[in-house]
């Protein structure tokens, strides 16, 4: 059975950091492009950030660009989320999901994802 599972989500202040992981069990994750999207209270869910199979290429949302870093450790079947200065728009629940393309990107759409986390909420306080 394959499963996605994120964890690191928790309740901050404005300004502070959290490290997001997405552990993979059933799969081999470094066989696929990872990708984060978020579902804020209210709000559609969007996407955060991608990295494809190798690490290579990473994709970040206008609204993250220079606050978030993705990275995924492949022997260790993991990836990475790091959020610096966080704002209280930041908040929502954030999904890991996995997509099963062959080349070296990463996709920004739901539809191309085959897996999905549970999801771990972020909150972030003013």
């Known amino acids: 059975q394959v499963q996605l599972v994120e964890s690191g989500g928790g309740t901050v202040q404005a300004g502070d950091s959290l490290r997001l992981s997405c552990a993979a069990a059933?799969?081999?994750?470094?066989?696929?492009?990872v990708t984060w999207f978020r579902e804020a209270p209210g709000k559609e869910r969007e996407f955060v950030t991608a990295i494809s199979s190798s690490g290579g290429n990473t994709y970040y949302a206008d609204s993250v660009k220079g606050r978030v870093t993705i990275s995924r450790d492949n022997a260790k079947n993991t990836v990475s989320l790091q959020m610096n200065s966080l704002k209280p728009e930041d908040t929502a629940i954030y999904y890991c999901a996995a997509d099963s393309r062959k080349d070296d990107y990463a996709s920004r759409y739901e539809r191309d994802m085959v897996y999905w986390g549970k999801g771990t909420l972020v909150t972030v306080s003013s």
């Open positions: 059933g799969i081999t994750l470094r066989r696929y492009a």
